[in-house]
């Protein structure tokens, strides 16, 4: 089983259109979690954090859900340019390094 | 945030050459990565460039494949030896946002990518 697994999509959604992506990780002593977002032919960019409580950003809501060690990331409203690749990275476990997801590709129609 | 500086941007390589990739950060770090990126796939760690001894390689890498040199806190460079087609990717460094405090946040920074494609 892959330590982080995201479904790759290509999610294809209108404008204006809320869209979900869940991810799940297998080491239940992970710490910390985090969406990165990578257009295409770019370097990743961290989107928002993943804290316990959830949060949220504008149009964007991350989740975290422990017992079921999965994490999802709500666009409200969807743009153009939130067309990218969206990667769950998971943090923690006996080496402390990050774990990348390989990622939902999501693409906005207009 | 740090401003990452990788050279060269792209490069097409014969089998069995060696390709050295540099990154300059704009500002003094403690951490700075080498990640993989392969067509489909998600990012890999290769290894950790420690300034001042050896680079601590993940699973599946090692350094005589991999050379890596940490000269001074704002710079490293990665040399991919004997090269094979299977090693045709996307090479990025990164470094860690470390705020105050130094607690880990877990943001890393990446410079823009090497795309290697080996003939």
């Known amino acids: 089983r892959k330590e982080v697994e995201q479904d790759p999509g290509p999610f294809n959604v209108p404008e204006g259109a809320t869209v979900a992506f869940n991810c799940t990780y297998s080491n239940s002593a992970s710490q910390s979690f985090f969406w990165y977002r990578q257009d295409c032919r770019k370097e990743p960019k961290l989107l928002m954090s993943v804290y316990s409580s959830g949060n949220e950003d504008g149009r964007f809501t991350a989740q975290l859900n422990r017992a079921s060690q999965y994490i999802s990331l709500l666009i409200r409203d969807s743009k153009l340019s939130d067309s990218a690749t969206y990667l769950c990275v998971v943090q923690g476990g006996a080496t402390n390094k990050l774990i990348f997801g390989t990622g939902t590709l999501l693409a906005v129609q207009p | 945030s740090a401003v990452i500086s990788q050279k060269p941007s792209r490069d097409i390589c014969q089998r069995g050459t060696s390709l050295t990739i540099q990154c300059q950060v704009d500002?003094?770090?403690?951490?700075m990565f080498w990640y993989r990126q392969q067509p489909g796939q998600s990012l890999t760690l290769i290894a950790t460039a420690n300034q001042g001894s050896e680079a601590t390689y993940e699973s599946g890498f090692v350094i005589d494949k991999f050379p890596i040199s940490r000269p001074n806190l704002t710079f490293s460079t990665l040399t991919v030896s004997n090269m094979s087609p299977e090693d045709s990717s996307i090479y990025l460094c990164?470094?860690?946002?470390?705020?105050?405090?130094?607690?880990?946040?877990?943001?890393?920074?990446f410079g823009e990518g090497s795309r290697l494609t080996v003939l």
């Open positions: 990164s470094v860690e946002d470390l705020r105050v405090g130094d607690r880990n946040t877990g943001e890393l920074f």
């Open positions: 500002s003094q770090v403690t951490m």
